[in-house]
């Protein structure tokens, strides 16, 4: 159920007053979405902002020739949808649901006020774009300077960064992810992901817990990533 305390929970909306919050809560519709229900297509408008109240959502692009490229993961408390708004182009991305989910929608009149209203907000955006800026530079030279083993090592520590769990003196990453959809997001085939992550289990780099990896050491696998 939505309440306004449940907003507060969300970094985006964190340091709102009460009122401002309260403003807020009323202008947010929930959509809820089945696992692996589409919630956008590429080229679709860009009418609404998503922030994930609960689940996961994948942002991917398709090929001409049906490959997919996943781009990132979005969970809980984080947000998806705002480059159409800002810009006021069409998606550019695909968004589907992986899990069942849960996401806070804002649509675009609403969202540009509360940008206008509310400087804190547009800092904090400002913010996050940066940061998944930052995230794109990094992909692109992974591609330009890094080998396939590089990518999967340098996609799964940035993985244990950010969906990681302690778990003794590992980190379990929070993703059930197949091969495949390992491989879309590195950008290599899944025949290579295999490959990988057998030679990091023989070097007691990682772990294979059913459909969960575990990286056994966040310190040499990013020394490793830098080697």
């Known amino acids: 159920m939505l309440t306004a305390p449940i907003l507060r929970r969300i970094p985006l909306l964190a340091n ?7 403003l807020v809560y009323k202008l947010i519709s929930v ?13 679709d408008p860009g009418d609404t902002l998503h922030v994930v109240q609960e ?6 692009r398709l090929a001409e020739d049906g490959r997919e490229k996943t781009l990132a ?23 589907q649901a992986i899990l069942p989910t849960r996401t ?15 400087p804190r907000i547009s800092r904090e955006i400002i913010k996050v774009l940066s940061q998944r800026l930052r995230q794109t530079n990094a992909q692109l030279m992974n591609v330009v300077f890094r080998d396939a083993r590089g990518r999967v090592l340098s996609t799964l520590y940035d993985l244990g960064l950010r969906y990681g769990s302690p778990i003794n003196n ?11 959809e390992l491989a879309n997001l590195v950008g ?13 289990q023989d070097e007691g780099l990682v772990q ?19 080697t």
């Open 31 to 43: 959509h809820k979405y089945d696992k692996g229900q589409i919630i956008f297509f590429e080229n």
């Open 73 to 95: 993961y979005f969970g809980e408390g984080e947000f998806f949808g705002e480059m159409a708004l800002l810009d006021g182009g069409p998606r550019s991305a695909v968004a």
């Open 104 to 118: 806070l929608g804002i649509n675009r009149r609403d969202f540009t006020n509360l940008l206008e209203n509310n």
């Open 16 to 22: 709102l007053s009460e009122n401002d919050l309260a």
């Open 208 to 226: 294979v817990e059913g459909r969960r990896l575990i990286l056994v050491d966040m310190e040499k696998l990013q020394e490793s990533c830098d």
């Open 188 to 200: 290599t085939a899944r025949e290579t992901i295999s490959r990988v992550l057998a030679e990091l």
């Open 170 to 180: 590992s980190t379990r990453i929070d993703l059930k992810l197949t091969h495949q």
């Open 55 to 60: 689940g996961m959502v994948r942002i991917f």
